[in-house]
Nanobody, 116 residues
Framework: QVQLVESGGGLVEAGGSLRLSCAASGRTSSIEDMGWYRQAPGEERDFVATMSWSDGTAFYSDSVKGRFTISRASAENIVYLQMNSLKPEDTAIYYC?????????WGQGTQVTVSS
């Protein structure tokens, strides 16, 4: 099992920045990738960004490309999401994910609210 704990959400004005963190614990040797998803009220959970744990290759959704950056502190099993130029439509609960083999783990989520 892998446990994920997110932090760093909050309220920010449009154009501002936030950095989310996600710390993994437990069977972290099984992790192959970590990433971020988000879910706005009444919407499905959507992909935001992911990073390969082996080589750091990152992928982003088109909606955040150029504004968000995923990074890691692999020795500490932490993944970050730096969010710049935030827009009101970025408002959502952001969930950290960790995948390995057929397993997929989720954090409890952290609220990000962007005011206009």
């Amino acid at each position: 099992q892998v446990q994920l704990v997110e932090s760093g959400g909050g309220l920010v004005e449009a154009g501002g920045s936030l950095r989310l963190s996600c710390a993994a614990s437990g069977r972290t040797s099984s992790i192959e990738d970590m990433g971020w998803y988000r879910q706005a009220p009444g919407e499905e959970r959507d992909f935001v960004a992911t990073m390969s744990w082996s080589d750091g290759t990152a992928f982003y959704s088109d909606s955040v490309k150029g504004r968000f950056t995923i990074s890691r502190a692999s020795a500490e099993n932490i993944v970050y999401l730096q969010m710049n130029s935030l827009k009101p439509e970025d408002t959502a609960i952001y969930y950290c994910s960790a995948g390995g083999g057929s397993d997929l783990y989720w954090g409890q989520g952290t609220q990000v609210t962007v005011s206009s």
